[in-house]
C-alpha cells in the first residue's frame, strides 16, 4: 500500500496544500470527502477562526483532514492547544524548526508532516521525528526556498537522504505531474494553485481569474532580501521588482511591503495591489472547477498514463 | 519507434548538450558511439577550430552527431557553411530566430532542432519548420528563459501546443528523471550537466571537481539584466550577486563581467574568477566517469525504474 494513503488513512496520496486566505473548511472538507487529504491553512486565521474553521470541517466531513502551521505563527501556542484540543490528527508544519512541535504533536497522538526545501532540512526533520516530509520546489506558489532547486532536482536530492514517506510540492497540478513526481522518487504530492481555482475555494473570485488567465512567465520568485516568495506579476509585483533592480534595502522593501497585502489580494480581491501568491502551475490552468471534477481529471489522468506507458515503447 | 530515434537514427533519444568549452569531439563522439546523439558546441569555436572537430569526430565516430550553433555567433554564415561542407546531418540552434537558417539547413539536407525556454517560441519554431524542439526549464546551466519555467511545468506547456518530436532539458542527469521527462510529454531528453563531469568532456579538471563539489543551492541564475545564465557560486559569481543586490546598471555588470570568463573558468580552470556554467543537477553528480558508464547508468536505471513500476501498486 502506498505510504502516504497509509500514514494519513486516505485513498489517494494528494495533499492539498494548507494555503492561507484559500484553504478554509469548504474547500478542505471537499478534498477530503474526494479521497484526498485537504489541509486547513491556519497561516491566516485568528485562533477563533481556527477552531470554527475545525470544527465547520468536521462537520463536512468525516474522513481524515489537517491543519498546516506556519511554526513563525505569533499565538502558535494557542494555535497548537486549540488543534489538540478540537482533535485533529494531522498537522503540516512550515517554516521554522521541526524540533520544536513534533514531539509536542506525537503525544497528543497527531501525525505530522514537515514542509522543506533542501535536503539538509529533511534530515533534520527525520531527526526530529517527523512522520513524513514534504520537499517543494522553486515552481511552488508562495513563499520558496532560497536554493531555488527545482523539483525535478529536489525530489531525488530528498530522496537520497531519507527513506521517509516522501510528498513533493511545485508544478504540479496534474495526474501526469503527479506520476512523474512518483517517478523522481515521491510517495505522494502536494497540490496547490490547482485547488486555488476551485469553486470551494476560499480565495476572491477575481484572484481565481487572474490565475485561469496566467500564463508562463507571469509568476515571479520576489523578496529574496526578506523571505522570498513567488507571486502574480501584478501591478504591486511589478513595483517590487523594479525596487529589487533599483537595489533597494530589505528595510525600503519591507516598508513597500506593508502589511495586510496577502489578504488585500487573495481574499479581498485587489487584483493590483495585493500579494497574490501562485505557482508556475497557474500557467497550465484554465478553468475553475468543482474539487470534485478536479480530483477525478488528476486521477484519471494518472491512471490513464500509467496504462499507455506500460504498453508504449519508449525507446 | 521512438520519435527522437526515428529522426536522428539514434538507438537512445539522450542528446548530449552541445555545451561551450566542454563539448569537443571527444565527448561527441563518445555519446554519439554508446547510442545517444552527441553534438559538438560551436558556440566557443573559431571557424577553423569547428571544422578540425567536425573532422576528428567523423573520424572517432560512424554513428550520427550534430552541431549546437547560437545563432547570435558573429561568424554565422562561416560556420553554417562548415557544417554544409563538412556534411554534419544535425543542427541544434538556440538563442535567435529559428526562421533565418532553418530553410537553409533543410535545402543542404540537414535535421534541425531549436531549443526554447516558453509555449510561444515553440509555436515559432514549428512555424519555422524545425524538425524538433527542445524545451529547457530554469534548472538548466547555461543562458536561460526570461520567464523561469522549470521543466516540471514548461514540458506539459510546450506539449500543449505543438506535436512535434519534443526534448526535454533542465535538471535530468538519471534514467529516473528521464523517465519523469517522458511522462511529462516529452519524447526525449537533453542533458548537459552530467556529461560535462566525465572523463572525455573537455571542461578543465578543475571545473569537473567542483561540479562533483556542487550541493543544493551551490548554482544560481544571474545576470538578467543582460542575459540570463545559471552559474555555480563561485567568487565571481558571488560578486555579481552582490552588484545586483545593489542596484548596479546593465552596463555596470557588463563591465564587471568583462570578456572571456566563460573560458577562463570552464577551459582553462580558474574556479574562483571564471565563469562556470551548469544545471541544478550538479548537486545530483559526484563523479567523473566515462561516457560509456554514465549512459550505461542512466539506461539501466530508466529500464529499472519502468519494471519495477509497471508492478508497483502507487495507490
Redesign the interface.
Known sequence: ??KI?ELFGI???VIQGGMIWCSGWQLVSAVSNAGGLGLIGAGSMYPDVLREQIRKTKSATDKPFGVNVPLLYPNIDEIMQIIVDEGVGIVFTSAGNPKSWTHFLHENGIKVAHVVS???FAVKAEAAGVDAIVAE???AGGHNG?????????I??VR?VTNKPLIAA???S?G??M???????AD?VQIGSRFVASEESSAHENFKQAIISAQ??DT??VLK?LVPVRLLRNDFAKQIELA?????TSAELAQLLGRGRAKLGMFAGNISEGELEIG??S??IDNILPVKTIFRGIIEEYDM??DS??NE???
Open positions: 500500500m502506498n494513503c485513498q489517494y496520496p533542501n535536503s539538509k520546489g522553486f515552481e532560497r536554493e531555488e532547486s527545482t523539483t525535478m532536482v529536489l531525488p536530492a537520497k511545485g508544478g504540479i496534474s501526469r505531474a506520476l512523474a513526481a512518483q517517478i523522481l522518487g505522494g508562463e512567465g515571479n520568485l532580501k529589487e533592480a533599483e537595489g533597494k508556475q502551475a500557467a497550465l498514463v500509467k506507458f506500460k515503447p519508449f525507446f
